[in-house]
C-alpha cells in the first residue's frame, strides 16, 4: 500500500533532503568564519555560470550516470553492487585496447568499438562475483569490494610493466591514435554557432549516456527479462515459483550492471584523458550508488542526482579555489547529501507519509 503519491516519493523525499543537507553545510561553513550564500553562488557560478563550468558539470554528470545505472539495475534485483569502481577500471582498460589496436579513421567507426570493448571488461569483471552469487552463495557486497581491489592492483601492475607508454615516466598508456578522440561539446556545436569553451572535457558520451538511461528504462519496465529481474528482486519465493530460474536473472542483472560501469570509460578514458592513466575512475563507482539511491533506481531520478552530484563536484573545486574553503569541508557537503538522502530517508519520509496521509490520500489499491 503506497502511503503517498508516487510523484512525492520520487521527487519531494530528495528534495527535502537536498534542502536538510544544504542547510547543515551552510551551518559548517557559517561555523568556519565563511558566508554561506557567498559559498553558494560560487559553487552555482562556478557549475552553470560559463560554459567551462558547465562542461566540467556535464563531463562528471556523465561518469555518475553510467555508474548510477549500473548500480540500480544490480538493485532492482536486490544486488548490492559495489564493484562498479573495479568494472570501471577494467572497462577502461578494454576501451583503451581497443583504443590502441587500430589507427581508426574516425571517432564514429572507434565510438562503437570501445563501447564494446568497455562493456564488455566491466562485465566480464562483474561475471566473476555473480557465479559466486549464483552458485556458491558468497555474498555479492564481499566479492565485489574485494574485486575492487584487485582491479586496481591489478591495472596498476598493466600500466607498470605491460601497457605503459614507451620512454615515459608515468603509468599511462601512449594516446590514442587522432581518429580514437571523441568531438567535444565545443565541436558539436560549433556548427550551430554555439560558442562553447574548447577546453572543457564535456564530449559527445554524455549523449551516449543519456541514451543508456532511454535504454535502462526500456529495458526494467518495458521487457519480459526487466520483469523478470524486477520480480525476482520482489520476491525470490515468487519469483522460483513463477518459474524464473535465479541463477540465471543474478548472473545477467550482474552482466549488465557490469557492461554499465564499464562503459563509463568511454567518457572518462576515451573522451577525456585520451589514454589509459592510473586511478582514471576517481571514485565514480562509489558516487554511483548515492546518484542510484537519490534516483530511487529510475533513470529519469538518476540523470537529475548525478546533475547534482556533477554539481557538487566542480562547484566544490571552484568553492575550494576562490573562496579558500578546505576540500575536506567540500567533501564533507558531498557526504551530508549522502547522508541525508540515503541513510536518513525515513527522517523525511515518515513526516511526509503523515502529511499525505491528513490530506486524505488514498493509494490506488485503498481507492
Not at 534516483?295 to 546533475?307: D, E, F, Q, W, Y
Request: proline residues 4%.
Amino acid at each position: 500500500m503506497q502511503k503517498m503519491p508516487k510523484w512525492a516519493d520520487t521527487i519531494l523525499i530528495p528534495l527535502f533532503s537536498i534542502l536538510i543537507a544544504f542547510f547543515f553545510s551552510g551551518l559548517v561553513i557559517w561555523a568556519i568564519g565563511k558566508d554561506p550564500i557567498v559559498a553558494i553562488k560560487t559553487m552555482v557560478n562556478g557549475a552553470f555560470g560559463n560554459t567551462n563550468g558547465l562542461g566540467y558539470t556535464l563531463y562528471y554528470t556523465t561518469n555518475f550516470i553510467f555508474t548510477g545505472l549500473s548500480f540500480a539495475v544490480a538493485s532492482h534485483c536486490k544486488l548490492f553492487n559495489i564493484g562498479g569502481e573495479g568494472q570501471a577500471m577494467l572497462g577502461g582498460l578494454g576501451v583503451a585496447l581497443v583504443c590502441l589496436a587500430v589507427p581508426w579513421p574516425h571517432w564514429t567507426l572507434a565510438l562503437p568499438s570501445a563501447m564494446v570493448g568497455g562493456a564488455l571488461f566491466g562485465a566480464a569483471w562483474a561475471f566473476i562475483p555473480a557465479y559466486l552469487q549464483a552458485k556458491r552463495g558468497s555474498h555479492i557486497v564481499i566479492t565485489t569490494i574485494m574485486f575492487n581491489f584487485i582491479a586496481s592492483a591489478f591495472l596498476g601492475y598493466l600500466l607498470t610493466k605491460v601497457i605503459k607508454r614507451e620512454g615515459g615516466m608515468a603509468a599511462e598508456t601512449a594516446r590514442f591514435p587522432e581518429g580514437a578522440h571523441l568531438p567535444t561539446f565545443h565541436e558539436m556545436l560549433a556548427p550551430f554557432g554555439i560558442e562553447f569553451n574548447q577546453h572543457a572535457p564535456a564530449n559527445i558520451s554524455f549523449v551516449v549516456a543519456l541514451l543508456c538511461a532511454f535504454a535502462f528504462w526500456i529495458l526494467i519496465w518495458r521487457t519480459r527479462l526487466g520483469y523478470e529481474i524486477r520480480a525476482y528482486g520482489m520476491s525470490e519465493t515468487a519469483a522460483k515459483y513463477a518459474g524464473i530460474k535465479p541463477a540465471r536473472i543474478v548472473i545477467i542483472a550482474m552482466l549488465i550492471s557490469g557492461a554499465l560501469a564499464g562503459l563509463m570509460a568511454i567518457n572518462n578514458v576515451m573522451g577525456e584523458a585520451e589514454r589509459l592513466i592510473d586511478n582514471a575512475v576517481e571514485g565514480a563507482g562509489f558516487i554511483g550508488i548515492a546518484v542510484a539511491l537519490m534516483g530511487r533506481n529510475h533513470p529519469v531520478g538518476i540523470v537529475l542526482a548525478a546533475l547534482l552530484f556533477g554539481f557538487l563536484y566542480q562547484g566544490g573545486a571552484e568553492l575550494s579555489l576562490w573562496e579558500s574553503i578546505p576540500r575536506e569541508l567540500v567533501i564533507l557537503i558531498q557526504a551530508l547529501v549522502i547522508l541525508f538522502t540515503g541513510a536518513l530517508d525515513n527522517m523525511v519520509r515518515r513526516p511526509l507519509e503523515k502529511a499525505f496521509m491528513i490530506m486524505g490520500y488514498k493509494s490506488r489499491e485503498e481507492a
